[in-house]
Each structure stands twice: as structure tokens, then as C-alpha cells.
């Protein structure tokens, strides 16, 4: 990567290099084993003039998104939080029955269920045919497209402008960052909100949260970055909220720059704690890759000695951020017998580049492991209660980051 793809400069500092992966959704069927992998480098890097993080874009959307095995509905406690933001934005901005609202990469349609529930008329912008038709499925009116400058012009023509637009976990996913930006303000009403989730580079720094470094995620952004990445397209942050999901998240609240006024105090007290962790200079990236390194090197010791003894260890989850982790610390069968995911569509598949099996979690009952690696570990507090049972038979949860961690859970 030569220059930056949002200012343009060529001013780019190595964060950590995890080597090369497969594309981290890229589960393979029992007949694909025996195949070529293609793998690709993931070097995150950040630019010393904009201090947006990012890794070169080897893999397009199309190639990504157009089929996806991420449903968003399998996670309980996803739900719940689309559920109370739907609850909280419809207060907070008045949506009624007369009220548009449009959210960009709509997955299955876990958050616009609750507009339709609540009769706020809305559409879904998703790319995933599949999990598009899922949400058509589900009762939740879905245009399957990529966001551009053209599509949000298309739709604002065809429904009128949005009061709302919703881009929750996608802004990292699109290595035009300037366009997307442009097409969420076509589509959003002159005096109408954008509100934006996405993983917050401060906590995944701080956190060793390394493992969702992965090549659909093409940026990492701090709030000083998305200020500038929206404003590229002519929006402007009004305020931000700070979110455990993801391990800790950032929810950016914008409007066209005409109406946005001040930002709130909290988006200075959060430029100020980013300052302070050093992340608009080089010395808050030094040690990053050091950490990285010891997470690594703290799971393998973990899983050998656990081999050497005798003892049996399975995971639970199949997510993206599982498929990073198992590459870059090597895991292989031998030392993970299976992973288990509550999505359907990956039961009978195998993980990208390390091919461990995935099965149904009623498997985890049946053999009794010693250990269950938890790969989803954001999901923690929702895991640890869903596997409560492991402590039938004395098993135990194991935790790699933000440090290995070992649980005994109470029945």
C-alpha cells in the first residue's frame, strides 16, 4: 500500500503484520478440501498524516458480500441491542409513521424488524443475496445493491430522503470510503440524521483486540479519523456514543454539514482520550505488534501443554475475528478438534485455511471437552451464560483475548 485512501498520502507506518490469510468468511465445503486456498497479506498501516488505519484492498465487496454466512439474528444479544437502538433513536428523533428510514448493509434484517414492528416505514440496502432474501423472508422491504453515490441517489428519488440512515459494522467494510460516504448523504434528508457504528481502533489497540484485523475490514477509525472520512462527503459529527459491542465501539451520530452545528462535549472528551493514548502519533502503535505476539504465543502454549496432557479442547463460534486468530497462531485439528456455530450454514463446513470442522453446538454436550475456546469473545457475558452447562462435567471456558483466560463457570 503506497498511499492512504482517504487523504492520499503516502506517509504509511507498519502497525502489525499478521502474514497471509484466506478470506476470513470463506468457510469450504467437505469437496472443496482438496482445492487451492488463495491466501493474501494482512498488513494494517496508518497514515501519519490522517491517522486512519487501514490494510490494502486485495479483496473487493463484491467478492465478500455477494454471498455471506454472517446472519446477524443468530446473536441474542445483537438483536437486543438493534432492538433498544430502534427504541432510543425513535425517541430521540421523533420517528413516527411519517418517518423514512434506511439502514446500509441490512444483513437479515435484525434491526429494521423492529421499524416494521413499530410501523416506521424503512428499506434495507444489503449486498448479500442471501441474507437479503432472509430479510424479505422476515417481513423487511430489502434493495440488493452496494451503497454508492448512484444507488443513494436512486433510492432517494424513488422513496424520498431518509430522516435516518443507519450503517452499523460497514464502514469499515468498504475501501471506498469517500464514495460510501457520499452515497449515505444522498440518501439522507438535508435535515436528517446518519448514525454509524463501527469498532472503535482506540479499544482494539488497548485490548489486543488484533483478531479483527481481517480483510473485509479495510479501516480502522478512531473518532479524529471519521471525522474526516465524513466529512469527505459532506457530513459532519454531531456527537458520539461509546459502545461495548465489538469489544468496544463507537456510535457516530452526523449531519449534512448545513445543519450540524457544535459537536457535542463528548465528542471532545473522546478526541481528547485518543490524544492521550498517543494514537495521532506513532508512539501509541510501538508496542502493538509486541502484544500481538505474546496473545499468540500464550494460546499455543496453552493448547500443547493441553494436548500433551491428554486433555480435549473444542471451540464455540465460527465469527471472522475466530478465523484471523486460528491463522495467525497456526491452530489446526490437532490441537482444536472442532468449532461449534449456531448458524446452520456453516454446519457440515470447514474454517479458511485451517480446516477445522464445524458442527452444531449440541456437540459440545454430547463429548464433555476438557476446554471450550471461545472465539467470539465479545459475545462474553451472553457465552458465558449460554455455556453455563460445561460445568456439569467440570469443563472450563478459555478466553484468548484481550489475555488468555481461563473461566470455571457456575452451573
Known amino acids: 500500500m503506497t498511499r492512504c485512501r482517504l487523504c492520499g498520502s503516502e506517509a504509511m507506518a507498519s502497525v502489525v503484520d499478521l502474514g497471509a490469510t484466506p478470506p476470513c468468511e470463506s468457510f469450504l465445503a467437505a469437496d472443496q478440501l482438496d482445492q487451492p486456498e488463495p491466501a493474501y497479506p494482512l498488513h494494517l498501516r496508518v497514515c501519519t498524516d490522517c491517522w486512519l488505519a487501514q490494510i490494502p484492498p486485495l479483496i473487493t465487496p463484491e467478492v465478500t458480500f455477494t454471498q455471506y454466512a454472517y446472519f446477524s439474528s443468530y446473536s441474542t444479544s445483537w438483536v437486543e441491542h438493534a432492538r433498544t437502538f430502534v427504541a432510543d433513536a425513535a425517541a430521540r428523533l421523533a420517528l413516527g409513521p411519517d418517518a423514512f ?115 473485509e475490514h479495510f479501516q480502522y477509525y478512531t473518532v479524529a479519523s471519521a471525522i474526516r472520512a465524513l466529512e469527505s462527503g459532506g457530513l459532519a459529527l454531531v456527537d458520539v456514543e461509546l459502545l461495548p459491542t465489538h469489544g468496544g465501539s463507537i456510535r457516530l451520530w452526523a449531519r449534512p454539514v448545513e445543519v450540524s452545528g457544535e459537536p457535542s462535549q463528548q465528542v471532545a472528551d473522546v478526541l481528547a482520550r485518543e490524544k492521550a493514548a498517543g494514537l495521532q502519533e506513532l508512539s501509541g502503535y510501538a508496542e502493538f505488534a509486541a502484544r500481538v505476539a505474546k496473545v499468540r504465543r500464550d494460546l499455543l502454549k496453552f493448547l500443547i501443554e493441553a494436548a500433551e496432557q491428554g486433555k480435549s479442547v473444542v471451540g464455540y463460534g465460527a465469527p471472522g475475528k475466530g478465523n484471523t486468530l486460528l491463522n495467525h497462531c497456526g491452530i489446526r485439528p490437532d490441537l482444536l478438534a472442532y468449532t461449534v456455530d449456531r448458524n446452520p450454514y ?58 488468555l483466560s481461563i473461566v470455571e463457570v457456575a452451573s
Open 101 to 215: 428510514v434506511v439502514e446500509v448493509a441490512s444483513n437479515d434484517g435484525y434491526l429494521l424488524r423492529h421499524m416494521v414492528d413499530r410501523g416506521i416505514r424503512c428499506l434495507g440496502i444489503e449486498p448479500s443475496v442471501n441474507v437479503g432474501a432472509a430479510a424479505r423472508d422476515a417481513g423487511v422491504p430489502t434493495l440488493t445493491e452496494f451503497l454508492s453515490p448512484d444507488t443513494g441517489s436512486a433510492v432517494r428519488t424513488e422513496h424520498g430522503p431518509a430522516d435516518l440512515v443507519v450503517a452499523n459494522n460497514v464502514y469499515a467494510h468498504i475501501p471506498d470510503v469517500v464514495g460510501f460516504t457520499r452515497g449515505l448523504r444522498a440518501l439522507v434528508a438535508d435535515d436528517g440524521w446518519v448514525s454509524i457504528e463501527v469498532q472503535h481502533l482506540l479499544t482494539l489497540i488497548e485490548e489486543n483486540q488484533y483478531d479483527t484485523i481481517y480483510h
Open 346 to 403: 456453516k454446519h457440515g463446513r470447514f474454517t479458511p485455511g485451517t480446516r477445522i470442522p464445524i458442527l452444531a453446538p449440541e456437540q459440545i454436550a454430547a463429548d464433555k471437552p476438557d476446554y471450550v475456546l471461545v472465539l467470539p469473545w465479545n459475545l462474553r457475558a451472553e457465552l458465558v451464560e449460554q455455556l453455563s452447562y460445561v460445568h456439569e462435567w467440570g469443563g472450563r471456558l478459555v478466553f484468548p483475548i484481550p489475555e
